[in-house]
C-alpha cells in the first residue's frame, strides 16, 4: 500500500508568507531533506524539506500563492511504498531531485573545475543575491549543508563560468569588476512583502494600461486662506485640517460632473459607479498604502479630514483592514510634501484616473495690469486613453482647478 507523506508549511509564525520557490513537480521522486518549496516572509526566506525520499504525488501551491502555517504544500509517496508499489504508475523518466554530495573544496570551485550542476541548493534570498550579481549558482560549488550554496560561497571569488553571459557584457562594459572589488561587498536589502505586491499591481498596470498625463496648475490662494481661517476658528483641539481633505471635497466634485473618471474598465464595459469613493496614497515604511475614503461626496470637511487620519495612522501601523482599502473610483497621491512640480501617477487600476499634487508655491501671475503674488498648486491628473481621451482629461484638470480655485463651484 502506498504510504502519503503530507508536507504542510512550518516556521512562518503568523506572518503574511508566499510561495517564492518551487522547486519540484508532480512525478519527481526527491531524497530526504531536498528543498521542496521555498517561502518568503516579509524579511526572511524558509525553506521546506522532504522529510523522506519519496515521489511527488501531488504539488498544492504556486509561486505567489499566499500562505500559512499548516498549509498543505506537497503530497509525497514514501520511497518504499513507491517501489514495492508496482502498479502504481508513474512517469519512469521523471527527474529526481537529490542531493549531489559535493567537496567543500573552495580552490577547486575558484578555478572553474567542479561539473555544472542544474540540480543546486540555494535557498530564495541566496538565488536573489546571485541574480542581483549576475552568477550562475548551477557553476559554483555549494559549502553548506548537503552541498547547499551558501552567501560565503557567493562571497568566494567565482570562475569566470559562473557569471552569467548578459553580467559580463554589463561588467565589461562598465569595468565594474576591480571597482567594486575595491569597494567591498554591496548591501542587499530584501524587499518587504507590500513592496513586492505594489511592485507586481504598478508594473501590471504600467505595461497594460495606457497612460497619458495631463498637466495643469490652480490657484489656491483663496482656499489656502479659508484652510488658514477655519483652522484658527476651530481651534487647537480640532484636528487640523491640511489641503487634502480640500482636494478630495473638490475632487468628488468634480467626478459627479465627470462620471467617465468615477469608472471601471471590466473586459469591453465601461462601469459607471454609482458611488464616489476616493483613495488616496499613504507613505508608510513598508510601502505604498491606498486607503479609501468611502462616500466622500456625502462627507463634510471635518469627516474627510478625520476619515483621512484615521486611515493614515492606521495604514502607517499596518492596520488596515479588507474594506478600508476596497472599492475606490479614484485615487489621489500628494507628494506636496516632498517637493517636485510634477509628476506621472499610475492610475490604481482597474480605476481609470489617479489625481497627483504636487507642491504649492507662490507665482508671480498676470492679473491684466500687474504681476500678483498668488499660491498655485500643481495637478498631475493621469488617466486611462483606452477609454478617456485628451479633450476629457484637459477638460477634467480644468474644471477641478476651478473648483479649487473657488470651492463655491462644489456646491454645483
Ligand atoms: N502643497 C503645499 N502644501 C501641502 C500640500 C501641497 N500639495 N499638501 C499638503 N500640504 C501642507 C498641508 O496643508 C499641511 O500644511 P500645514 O502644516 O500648514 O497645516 C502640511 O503640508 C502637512 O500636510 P500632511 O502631508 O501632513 O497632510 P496631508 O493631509 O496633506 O497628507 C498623507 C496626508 C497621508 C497623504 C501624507 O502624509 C502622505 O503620506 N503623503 C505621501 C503620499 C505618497 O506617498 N504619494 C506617492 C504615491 S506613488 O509612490
Known amino acids: 500500500m502506498t504510504e502519503l ?10 506572518s503574511e508568507a508566499f510561495v517564492s520557490d518551487l522547486r519540484v513537480s508532480v512525478g519527481q521522486t526527491v531524497a530526504p531533506s531536498a528543498v521542496l518549496v521555498g517561502i518568503e516572509l516579509g524579511k526572511a526566506a524558509v525553506e521546506i524539506e522532504a522529510p523522506a525520499a519519496g515521489r511527488v504525488a501531488r504539488v498544492l501551491v504556486a509561486v505567489n500563492d499566499a500562505v500559512k502555517d499548516g498549509d498543505l504544500l506537497v503530497v509525497l509517496e514514501r520511497a518504499e511504498s513507491v517501489q514495492s508499489a508496482s502498479a502504481s504508475p508513474g512517469p519512469s523518466s521523471a527527474p529526481s531531485v537529490e542531493h549531489v554530495p559535493r567537496v567543500a573544496d573552495t580552490s577547486s570551485a575558484a578555478s572553474g573545475g567542479h561539473v555544472p550542476n542544474p540540480d543546486f541548493h540555494a535557498s530564495p534570498s541566496i538565488r536573489r543575491l546571485a541574480r542581483e550579481r549576475g552568477l550562475d549558482l548551477s557553476q559554483i560549488a555549494g559549502t553548506g549543508r548537503h552541498g547547499r550554496i551558501v552567501a560565503e560561497d557567493l562571497a568566494r571569488p567565482v570562475p569566470a563560468a559562473a557569471q552569467s553571459q548578459s553580467h559580463l557584457g554589463l561588467a565589461a562594459a562598465l569595468q565594474l569588476d576591480s571597482a567594486l572589488a575595491l569597494q567591498g561587498p554591496d548591501e542587499s536589502r530584501p524587499l518587504s512583502l507590500l513592496q513586492r505586491a505594489v ?29 488658514v481661517a477655519l483652522n484658527r476658528e476651530r481651534g487647537q483641539e480640532e484636528l487640523k485640517l491640511t489641503l487634502l481633505p480640500f482636494v478630495v471635497k473638490a475632487v468628488a466634485a468634480a467626478l459627479s460632473a465627470f462620471p467617465v473618471f468615477n469608472a471601471s474598465l471590466l473586459k469591453d464595459a465601461l462601469v459607471l459607479k454609482s458611488s464616489v469613493h476616493v483613495g488616496f496614497a499613504v507613505d508608510t515604511e513598508e510601502g505604498l498604502r491606498v486607503p479609501v475614503i468611502h462616500h466622500a461626496n456625502r462627507l463634510s470637511l471635518r469627516q474627510i479630514a478625520l476619515e483621512i487620519a484615521r486611515l493614515a495612522d492606521r495604514a502607517r501601523a499596518s492596520k488596515l483592514a479588507p474594506d478600508d482599502v476596497q472599492g ?12 517636485g512640480t510634477a509628476f506621472t501617477p499610475i492610475i490604481n487600476a482597474p480605476e481609470l484616473a489617479i489625481l497627483g499634487l504636487s507642491k504649492a508655491t507662490l507665482k508671480p501671475v498676470w492679473n491684466g495690469s500687474a504681476f500678483v503674488p ?17 479633450v476629457a482629461g484637459a477638460r477634467f484638470v480644468s474644471h477641478l482647478g476651478a473648483v479649487l480655485c473657488d470651492l463655491r463651484r462644489a456646491l454645483l
Open 5 to 14: 507523506i503530507e508536507v504542510r508549511a512550518n516556521g512562518l509564525s503568523g
Open 199 to 227: 511592485g507586481r499591481t504598478v508594473t501590471q498596470t504600467w505595461t497594460q494600461v495606457p497612460h497619458v498625463t495631463q498637466f495643469d496648475e490652480t490657484d489656491i490662494t483663496e482656499l489656502e486662506a479659508f484652510r
Open 328 to 339: 475606490g473610483s479614484f485615487t489621489i497621491s500628494n507628494l506636496g510634501g516632498a517637493g
Open 374 to 390: 498668488r499660491l498655485m498648486l500643481p495637478l498631475s491628473l493621469s488617466y486611462d486613453h483606452r477609454v478617456i481621451n485628451g
